[in-house]
T-cell receptor, first 111, second 113 residues
Framework: EDKVVQSPLSLVVHEGDTVTLNCSYE??????LLWYKQEKKAPTFLFML????IEKKSGRLSSILDKKELFSILNITATQTGDSAVYLC???????????FGQGTTLQVKP | NAGVTQTPKFRILKIGQSMTLQCTQD?????MYWYRQDPGMGLKLIYY???????DKGEVPNGYNVSRSTTEDFPLRLELAAPSQTSVYFC????????????FGPGTRLTVT
């Protein structure tokens, strides 16, 4: 059975800290891995990763994929209270756009 | 562009009632999806559609039905509501299934009592 597992499930840090969120997967017919941010409403897209070892970066957020070890990490540097959210990892599987989601990591950034 | 819109935002149903959750997108996307999100969990795929007239089951289709008569609309029907269907429902769409991210609607919070 296809599976996506995120860790930790929750995390509390202070502003300015750096955090690393983990996502491991066991999925047949892997196409790509996506990260979304969810702030009490619809998930918003962060990154799509298809190739191993190539870091994607957007401001203070960055992510990398390891297709050999079947995991991805999402890094957030110099965290701000606005980074508080649930971060969802999802793997695109098959030929029709099916996303398999992990359970999410809840990040709380304290002032 | 309004993107992906969903109605209603909130709904309370009694056990056994039926309802339709509406989803519309104005981005001319072929691919559309329905997910449910239970508290503290990720999203699970209910049904998806690869184009008008074509739908297929996802991970958790039991108790739901869908139709796709137009590119824009992808309604989700609950025939006999059960407490286990209490959840937040998200509709999403994408232009290309492989290289494009899925764009999500704002969600419908459904409670069945």
């Amino acid at each position: 059975e296809d599976k996506v597992v995120q860790s930790p499930l929750s995390l509390v840090v202070h502003e300015g800290d750096t955090v690393t969120l983990n996502c491991s997967y066991e999925v047949t017919n892997f196409r790509s891995l996506l990260w979304y941010k969810q702030e009490k409403k619809a998930p918003t897209f962060l990154f799509m990763l298809t190739s191993s070892g190539i870091e994607k970066k957007s401001g203070r957020l960055s992510s990398i994929l390891d297709k050999k070890e079947l995991f991805s990490i999402l890094n957030i540097t110099a965290t701000q209270t606005g980074d508080s959210a649930v971060y969802l990892c999802a793997v695109l599987s098959g030929n029709t756009g099916k996303l398999i989601f992990g359970q999410g990591t809840t990040l709380q950034v304290k002032p | 562009n309004a993107g992906v819109t969903q109605t209603p935002k909130f709904r309370i149903l009694k056990i056994g009632q039926s309802m339709t959750l509406q989803c519309t997108q104005d981005m001319n996307h072929n691919y559309m999806y329905w997910y449910r999100q239970d508290p503290g969990m990720g999203l699970k795929l209910i049904y998806y559609s690869v184009g008008a007239g074509i739908t297929d089951k996802g991970e958790v289709p039991n108790g739901y039905n869908v139709s796709r008569s137009t590119t824009e609309d992808f309604p989700l029907r609950l025939e006999l509501a059960a407490p286990s269907q209490t959840s937040v429902y998200f509709c999403a769409s994408s232009y290309d299934w492989q290289f494009d991210e899925q764009y999500f609607g704002p969600g419908t919070r459904l409670t069945v009592t």
